[in-house]
């Protein structure tokens, strides 16, 4: 035995070194591979759980600001209410009554006058309402034991004239809040503090009712750290509790970060049973400032990574056991070593995996398109609340400007996020067609499917073709966009549209195109009824006629900018309301549009077959003018190239088979830049439309088409299609 091992020792060192050196590195680059595997998974898995996490906390934070927005609505709409009767005292119990009616979270509400404000009531005078299982009983709260003239609450909303809710408390085995306003009469004094007190049963509801993890649980704390909703029972102990809210707010101190800021994470040791995790947490983005978090445990986040890496280390010493097998099987073969060692190189490589990951909403940079002189756009929002239900959006595709305006059937949070739903399905849909009314059919039929709220969105989206001017657009029950012209014969008029269901009501509706030819010089003004519907203190309303006036004084200058005109509006808008609130959302977009003539110095055609064995002709042409323009020989092979793809194209599709049908191909060149049109009177087809092929994907795995499309953009600067007078027009640019 002894002798044996020493007989393989000297094999192994005089014969095989080389071979023991190549398992050694291929255990290091396999173990490499799979530590990098590991953490770039943990990573991808940890950004995953974060993105998820804070879109719950979003949503969960939108639910509770909207529950408390809520609450304080029904104290501001009963104001009225409360002034009318402000004379008669034993009218406040049943106004006091009714206000809690108009809330099925609200379970008491009282108004706390000032002393002696109702001498013959006493000192203090309190009606107070609560309701159980739906019945309402009013009485008088104020009482010697019970003196809410000394109550903070009282005293800041009387003296300062601020509205405050106050912390969570318990009373009666329930959670609750009270809201607490004060009411101020017709002399600009403060009368009494409303106070209205809120049930917060539902917190723990809405917080717990769905995570990502069996052991994951929500929360909700005061800035103080007092302790609002607790996950169920068992999940963690109230010392537990304490201290994931005390990291919270020693991280918040740490950084100064405002309530506003978006969420953030603080991560934790030994805490529920020893674990380790990470808890989210956002603050509400006004008073009360509560923070909302979700705690959730490594352990359990990290799982399906850890499995993962398990299975590899698994995979690995299986391969190292095999070659290695294989190394001291084959010994003597240098070559099938090798051999051995490229494949297991080759499989470490396959092991190996890239990932990556990618929010958004209005315009922003103006002027969007500072290099073309043919098209100036600008827009302006201006919400009557913190966040609006309007929206506008434009962007150029394929030589084509596609954009739309909408408004959102009511103000506030839920017209703003079915915007963004709405601003999100026309990027989508605007991307892969060029039809207006298919483009809001399918917006309509997603929204209508997804419409719980029976909201409604008025909506016009154009598609405007730059080269010549067409306006292809489709109308949701918006008001008549204005055409404004300038120049000689300078005027305004409304775009003739056809009124159309608005979008959301019936997910089956059929909507119908509109054409139009923009003058050479023209504004296309755009707004939502904000504009129109805009009340002075008067409540006279803004109206058309204004709207005209203005545009009308815009034809003066014939060089304004769509920013300029815009500017104006705004100007005549905020003169006319004055100092009155603002009563809607106000959306205005203005398109300048200016028709650039072109001098071709040189222009050429040449007119086809549909044969594909008139593409030598096509080639020779294609040549014949690129050498005459003067352009290098690599252009003139891309022009070649993307010519060809397109004419073939339309010779193997355009046509019925065996039915023969003409294909002209124009050049033009102005010293600047190469330009072919190719048009027949074959089918109607746009080949914008059609998606590229996806060339990150396998030849089998890969769809059929999309490859020539991908192919002709990539080789000419703009590509451009439309179907006019029965013909197929497509047009290839590119600047030589």
């Known amino acids: 035995m002894a002798k044996g091992l020493d007989k393989i020792k000297r094999y192994l060192k005089g014969q095989a070194g080389t071979r023991l050196a190549i398992i050694i590195c291929a255990a290091v680059l396999l173990e490499l591979i799979g530590i990098i595997q590991y953490y770039s998974m943990r990573n991808i898995q940890r950004e995953a759980v974060e993105r998820r996490v804070r879109t719950e906390l979003g ?238 445990y490594y352990d359990e986040i990290y799982e399906p990574v850890k499995r993962m890496r398990l299975l590899n280390t698994l995979m690995m010493l299986t391969g190292l056991l095999i070659l290695f097998f294989i190394i001291n099987r084959f010994a003597r073969s240098e070559r099938k070593l090798q051999e051995a060692g490229i494949k297991q190189a080759r499989i470490g490589r396959e092991l190996q995996i890239a990932n990556g990951i990618q929010e958004a909403m209005l315009p922003k940079n103006f002027p969007p398109f500072p290099e073309r002189q043919d098209v100036d756009v600008y827009g302006s929002l201006t919400p009557a609340k913190e966040v609006g239900g309007d929206l506008f959006d434009f962007f150029i595709r394929d030589e084509k400007l596609f954009f739309c305006i909408g408004d959102v059937s009511g103000k506030g949070v839920p017209s703003a996020i079915v915007m963004a739903m709405v601003q999100k399905l026309f990027r989508m849909a605007t991307s892969h067609e060029t039809n207006p009314a298919f483009i809001v059919e399918e917006m309509n039929e997603e929204l209508s499917r997804a419409n719980t709220t029976n909201m409604f969105i008025t909506f016009f989206l154009g598609i405007l073709d730059l080269p010549t001017g067409r306006l292809r657009y489709c109308n949701a029950g918006h008001d008549n966009p204005i055409i404004v012209q300038i ?75 769509a920013k300029e005109l815009l500017s104006m509006m705004t100007e005549e808008v905020n003169r006319f309301v004055g100092d009155a609130e603002q009563s809607d959302d106000l959306t205005m977009m203005a398109i300048c ?31 014949q003018f690129t050498v005459a323009t003067g352009v290098d020989k690599k252009v003139m092979r891309q022009l070649q190239l993307a010519i060809e793809e397109v004419v073939v194209n339309v010779m193997s599709y355009a046509y019925p088979l065996e039915t023969e049908g003409d294909i002209l191909v124009e050049a033009a060149f102005n010293g600047q830049r190469i330009k072919f049109t190719i048009s027949d009177e074959g089918a109607a087809f746009d080949p914008t439309i059609a998606k590229n092929a996806d060339t990150s994907l396998s030849a089998e795995e890969r769809p059929i088409g999309g490859l020539g499309i991908l192919l002709t953009r990539r080789l000419v600067d703009t590509i451009n299609y439309e179907r006019i007078n029965g013909r197929n027009i497509l047009t290839l640019k590119k600047m030589v």
């Open 59 to 296: 949503f969960k934070s939108l639910i509770i600001a909207n529950n408390l927005d809520k609450a304080e609505a029904t104290l501001k709409e009963h104001l009225w209410d409360i002034q009318t009767h402000l004379k008669d005292p034993d009218a406040m119990f049943d106004v006091t009554g009714r206000l809690i009616a108009a809330n099925k979270q609200i379970v008491g509400g009282c108004i706390a006058f000032v002393p002696n404000y109702y001498p013959q009531k006493g000192v203090l005078f309190e009606p107070y309402a609560s309701k159980e299982n739906g019945i309402i009983t009013v009485k008088q709260l104020a009482a010697e034991d019970h003196d809410y003239n000394k109550h903070p609450a009282f005293i800041k909303a009387v003296n300062e004239r601020k509205e405050l809710w106050s912390d969570p408390y318990e009373y009666e085995g329930d959670t609750l809040t009270t809201f607490t306003y004060p009411l101020i009469d017709e002399n600009n004094r403060v009368v009494a503090a409303c106070g209205l007190d809120l049930d917060l049963s539902w917190l723990s509801d809405t917080l717990n009712i769905r995570h990502f993890f069996p052991s994951s649980f929500g929360m909700m704390f005061t800035q103080e750290g007092k302790i609002v909703v607790r996950p169920p029972e068992g999940k963690a102990t109230e010392k537990d509790l304490k201290g994931l809210a005390g990291l919270v707010l020693d991280s918040l101190a740490a950084r100064k970060t405002l309530p506003t800021e978006r969420s953030r994470s603080v991560n934790f040791t030994n805490y529920c049973n020893g674990r380790n995790g990470c808890i989210y947490f956002t603050t509400l983005r006004k008073e009360p400032h509560w923070i909302v978090a979700t705690v959730n």
């Open 487 to 561: 120049g000689e014969e300078q005027g305004t008029n409304l775009l003739p549209v056809k009124a159309n269901l608005p979008i959301g009501v019936f997910g089956d509706f059929k909507y119908e195109n509109e054409e139009y030819e923009l003058p050479e010089k023209a504004f296309l003004f755009l707004y939502t009824d904000g504009l129109t519907e805009a009340k002075n203190a008067l409540h006279e309303q803004f109206k058309m006629q204004r709207i005209e006036q203005v545009l009308n004084h815009s034809n003066d200058n014939p060089s304004i900018t």
């Open 593 to 623: 549009y200016k028709q650039i003539a072109v001098n071709d110095s040189i222009q050429q055609s040449i007119t086809l077959k549909n044969d594909v064995r008139q593409v030598t002709q096509l080639n020779d042409f294609v040549k």
